[in-house]
């Protein structure tokens, strides 16, 4: 088996996800191969081939020019696999390839069991196993689902380039609006969930977040539910974290969040199901009603 890793470069760095892609391959099996637009004094620690498309000249995202390289590359090499970052780049390129090859997509692919690939349905309330239906496949995979992974080494390196230019030009990276609240640097996060039952409970967790001097963030279900802004969304889909100590009250702990907040130093879950993901990830899981765990905890530290 064969695949190609398709790495990210942004704004002259190597995004750390691209060895999130090795941690999938290692589990995968078989032999890998890398593909690139990006710098070549910018390069994964990695002993394999990689081919390489200088971002100067082709953009850090062009994808008609992308996708043409990609598919040469994909020619040359017959992979069984082409494996992306499920990211703004890898989620609009992969649908052209696997458009362009007419083979199968799995998308946002979170685990591999038994053969198949494990992805989230029901709006990540679920999951189920899916096989490709085509021989070849392209894949994306959710950040954070698989370790990263660095092979070591220096990869053997093949420069690859097109005479076209495509019909779009990079222009650059618009900055997102300021946030009112930064939750990437605070040191202390205490987040809501769904567990905490109803939108009137959340000044209970804004409580807590208080007396520890930190900052009030969630999940997804909380913000698509009104109860709390965008931009206190901790997951894929809202801000990366990183602090000192994250409280996850009433989280159940998908890869979506976990994703966002997995670099915390010391993670605190509370939660009534002693069996919920977010168990896996915590440093201490306190199986408790948070609405009944919460309040006695914020009264303890404010004595």
């Given amino acids: 088996m064969k695949t190609i890793l398709i790495g990210e470069y ?8 691209t060895y999130e892609l090795f941690g999938f391959a290692r589990q995968l099996g078989g032999e890998t191969v890398m593909f690139l637009v990006g710098d070549e004094t910018v390069l994964p620690a990695y002993d394999g081939t990689l081919y390489l498309a200088e971002a100067v000249q082709c953009g850090e995202y062009n994808p008609e020019l992308h996708k043409k390289l990609l598919l040469e590359t994909v020619q040359k090499e017959n992979p069984d696999n082409i494996v992306f970052i499920h990211s703004s780049y890898g989620w609009d390129l992969a649908p052209r390839v696997a458009a362009a090859l007419k083979v199968a997509q799995v998308s946002e692919i979170v685990d591999i069991i038994d053969g198949g690939f494990e992805v989230g349905c029901c709006n990540a309330k679920m999951r189920r196993t899916v096989t ?7 894949l994306t995979i959710q950040t954070g689902a698989f370790p990263a992974v660095q092979p070591g080494g220096t990869p ?4 690859i380039s097109s005479d076209s230019d495509g019909s779009l030009t990079f222009v650059g990276y618009e ?3 300021k946030k009112d609240v930064d939750l990437a640097k605070a040191d202390i996060i205490v987040s809501a969930g769904r567990g905490v039952g109803k939108k009137d409970n959340i000044a209970i967790i804004q409580a807590l977040a208080t007396a520890l001097g930190g900052e009030l963030g969630a999940s997804r279900p ?3 539910a009104g109860w709390v802004p965008h931009n206190q969304q901790v997951g894929t889909t809202g801000q990366t974290v990183s602090p000192k100590l994250y409280i996850a009250c009433g989280i159940s702990g998908a890869i979506q969040h976990v994703a966002g907040m997995k670099k915390a130093d010391f993670t605190l879950a509370i939660n009534k199901d002693r069996d919920a993901p977010i168990g896996e990830f915590a440093d201490v899981l306190v199986i408790a009603d948070v609405m009944q765990f919460v309040p006695a905890l914020t009264a303890k530290i404010a004595q």
């Fill in 156 to 159: 053997a390196v093949i420069k």
């Fill in 132 to 138: 490709p239906a085509t021989s070849r496949a392209v």
């Fill in 10 to 17: 942004r704004e002259g760095k190597m995004l750390d996800a």
């Fill in 175 to 177: 900055p997102a609006d």
């Fill in 222 to 224: 909380v913000v698509d």
